[in-house]
């Protein structure tokens, strides 16, 4: 991974699918809800994923305050995940459990209509997020991950769409924003990438080798390139620019269709970008053609195919994509998204071995199973 990212040939072409908790624990046998309970159980999923699945990488997130334990307590009732104070046994909150997981409180935190209501948004430093405790399991895990020469990723995204919907209320109401208040979405914007600076300087403390970025609504399938130019890039690039002067990588991910903002792309700094949906209309070999190289790509193999594809077919698709995006290094195999919950195992396993086998930058090729393959696969990265 440390190769693919600095442009130079690795030995073959890196597998890292995009796996979120969800998945993680159904491919450690576990349920998701197990997670929402305890997320350090969500953690170790995260790392017993990535070695099942032979991937060369593992993402991990922020958790909750070591308070939280104490304060609160998780269970399920009447099909739902709640949330009780522990003190009070009144109801906090549930977890949109078919949503990603995100909590529901009872009592939501009031929308922010002003400027000076996003100066009152508190900024932790890096320093708060360590002493409460956000950051143990992940140290933890990178710790065990980097001993099984896995390349650790911290997950810190929603620097401007996502951080945005979430202050305000509604997608609508945030994306309207951009024409009827842009002095509110730049103040939105700028606490946005205040906040993930920090956590991004936690994280590095915690040991990853690099910072995923990005926000699902920042794709061309929502705003115009326009958009996009005045109001995200220059974010993400004073994000990126901040980890590298920490000393690690930083890719950036997007959902749906980015062909038009892949100048823009360019442009921002990161190491990689992640995503090339085939559904939305993007492809591997088109987007090399484009821009690959200036930067890494990662991802290119469909959702769909993987959630309801044959493992014949997921072997096809990877293939395609490896083929199309292995000329001259920088192209690491993924999904185009998260890796949908149910996925089945064996399909994500099939594809790491399209990886295997053809994309070896040997002159022979590999085989699952052989000794040169496993020895690659385990300590290669």
Known sequence: MQKVLTGNLPDRVPFFPTIYTDHACVACGRRFEEALANPALGQDCMLGAAVRYGADAVR???????????????????????????????????YDVQGGGKFRPVEPTSSIRSPADVRAIGVPTADEYIQQGCFEDVTRC?????????????????????????????????????????????????????????????????????????????????????????????????????????????????????DPLLDDLVSVGVDA??????????????????IGDKLTLMGGLSCLTLL???????????????TDGKPSGRYVLGSACAVPRFTPPDNLMIARRAAIEHGSYEDRPRQCGTRSTQTAADGGK
């Not at 995204?157 to 730049?186: K, R």
């Not at 970008?273 to 484009?290: A, H, L, N, Q, Y």
């Open 60 to 94: 991990f997130c922020m958790g909750p305050p070591a308070a939280w334990y104490r304060a609160s307590v998780v269970r399920e009732e009447d099909g739902k995940v709640i949330q009780f104070s522990q003190r009070t046994g009144t109801v906090e909150g549930h």
């Open 142 to 258: 990178a710790r065990d991950a980097h001993e099984k020469g896995l390349f650790v990723v911290g997950m810190c995204s929603s620097q401007t769409i996502n951080f945005m919907v979430e202050q305000v209320g509604s997608a609508e109401h945030a994306l309207l924003l951009f024409y009827d208040d842009p002095v509110l979405a730049c103040a939105l914007i700028d606490k946005a990438v205040a906040i993930s600076i920090e956590k991004g300087r936690a994280f590095v403390r915690a040991g990853v080798d690099c910072l995923y970025i990005g926000d699902s609504y920042a794709s061309a399938s929502v705003i115009s390139p326009d958009v996009y130019r005045r109001f995200c890039a220059p974010a993400y690039a004073e994000v990126a620019r901040e980890f590298h002067h920490l000393g690690v990588f930083c890719y950036k991910h997007c959902c749906g269709n980015y």
């Open 273 to 290: 970008m992640d995503g090339i949906d085939p559904e939305s209309g993007m492809s591997v070999r088109r987007t090399k053609e484009k």
């Open 308 to 322: 309801q594809g044959t493992p014949e077919r997921v072997y096809r698709e990877a293939t395609r994509c490896v």
